[in-house]
T-cell receptor, first 110, second 115 residues
Framework: KNQVEQSPQSLIILEGKNCTLQ??????????LRWYKQDTGRGPVSLTI???SENTKSNGRYTATLDADTKQSSLHITASQLSDSASYIC?????????WGAGTKLIIKP | EAQVTQNPRYLITVTGKKLTVTCSQN?????MSWYRQDPGLGLRQIYY???????DKGDVPEGYKVSRKEKRNFPLILESPSPNQTSLYFC??????????????FGAGSRLTVL
């Protein structure tokens, strides 16, 4: 069964600190993996999208990595800001579908 | 501004009272889709549309209807809402119809409560 699991479920860190969010998937075949950011009460917004051949991709302070062999991805946030408080959702595509993870809720405290 | 617009943003209704959630995009996107989001679960697709007059069921279509008479509009219809349809609903669109490659643009969400 195609599944995407994210950890931790929630995370609280202090402003300015770095953090890493994890995504493990059992999806086959694999087309691409993307990370979305969802602010409370808003729709998700795409951060990065990676294909099989890409193992890292950056978008400002956000860096996503992909290990297609172990079927793991991570999203690293550098020098966190209060505006980074949101849910981060990992989505894996096996060609004709989008399999959504439940998300990690990140809270940045001043 | 390029966007997906949903209405209403918030709605409280009673069991059995038909309602429609509208969705409109101004980006000339081919692909449109409805999702529901419930606590602790990933987004689940309700229905999607590859083009005008072409709609298909997603993962959780029961209790919902859609139509795509015009390219820009994709309303979600609940003919007889039930409490288990209380959820946060998102409409999304994409220029590409190839689902695996597309990047979705989401609306702001519609929070529906069925009593």
């Amino acid at each position: 069964k195609n599944q995407v699991e994210q950890s931790p479920q929630s995370l609280i860190i202090l402003e300015g600190k770095n953090c890493t969010l994890q995504c493990n998937y059992t999806v086959s075949p694999f087309s691409n993996l993307r990370w979305y950011k969802q602010d409370t009460g808003r729709g998700p917004v795409s951060l990065t999208i990676m294909t099989f051949s890409e193992n890292t991709k950056s978008n400002g302070r956000y860096t996503a990595t992909l290990d297609a062999d172990t079927k793991q991805s991570s999203l690293h946030i550098t020098a966190s800001q209060l505006s980074d408080s949101a849910s981060y959702i990992c989505v894996v595509s096996p060609d004709y579908q989008l399999i959504w993870g439940a998300g990690t809720k990140l809270i940045i405290k001043p | 501004e390029a966007q997906v617009t949903q209405n209403p943003r918030y709605l409280i209704t009673v069991t059995g009272k038909k309602l429609t959630v509208t969705c409109s995009q101004n980006m000339n996107h081919e692909y449109m889709s409805w999702y529901r989001q419930d606590p602790g679960l990933g987004l689940r697709q309700i229905y999607y549309s590859m083009n005008v007059e072409v709609t298909d069921k997603g993962d959780v279509p029961e209790g919902y209807k859609v139509s795509r008479k015009e390219k820009r509009n994709f309303p979600l219809i609940l003919e007889s809402p039930s409490p288990n349809q209380t959820s946060l609903y998102f409409c999304a669109s994409s220029l590409q119809t190839e689902v695996g490659a597309n990047v979705l643009t989401f609306g702001a969400g519609s929070r529906l409560t069925v009593l």
